[in-house]
């Protein structure tokens, strides 16, 4: 056999080597690095908020909200400025999501305290709660995300980055084939 046939052989072998050694080193060498969330994964569970009522004073109950990603805020009490932080974060990451925008609904229940506390803005969806109903939930606002299913699974930090919650809202919402 000539050199330059063992030379072309050789060739020909590696490149149908080249594909079952690159899957053997992506196996057993490398190790991709765990994505880690923003947010804190919590333990999912319904929220049951008894007497919730919509702006119009109306009767409400986030099951109406099922089939789609929630972006929730929870206020003890009146939208501060912090409060207002969390609500344009979630404006601005909601709206980063494109053409998948629609797949998100953002939402503030608050304490009811008073009729004239509402806060304008025109895809925020405002629910009102007596007090009592808001005990188990901890006291700073903070957002937390419900799946379609209705169960809340995330909760951002209290001064939330919004990259991280982009980050993590649009891994789910490309992770998800519901909602």
Do not use: N
């Amino acid at each position: 056999m000539h050199r330059a046939d063992r030379i072309k052989l050789l060739l020909l072998m590696s490149l149908f080597a080249a594909p079952a050694l690159a899957a053997w080193v992506a196996h057993q060498v490398w190790q991709p690095a765990v994505a880690a969330s923003y947010g804190e994964l919590l333990q999912p569970f319904v929220p049951r908020f008894v007497g919730m009522a919509d702006a119009a004073g109306q009767p409400a109950d986030l099951a109406a909200l099922h089939g789609r990603w929630v972006l929730l805020t929870v206020a003890k009490g009146e939208c501060g400025p912090a409060c207002r932080q969390q609500l344009y974060l979630g404006h601005q990451v909601r709206f980063a999501q494109g053409r998948e925008r629609e797949r998100v609904a953002r939402v503030l229940i608050q304490a009811l305290i008073h009729a004239d506390s509402a806060v304008p803005d025109g895809h925020l969806l405002t629910y009102r709660v007596p007090r009592a109903a808001l005990a188990d939930w901890p006291d700073p606002v903070r957002t937390y995300i419900v799946d379609p299913l209705g169960r809340v699974m995330l909760r951002f930090p209290v001064a939330a980055e919004g990259k991280g919650m982009l980050r993590d809202l649009r891994q789910l919402l490309k992770a998800s084939k519901i909602g």
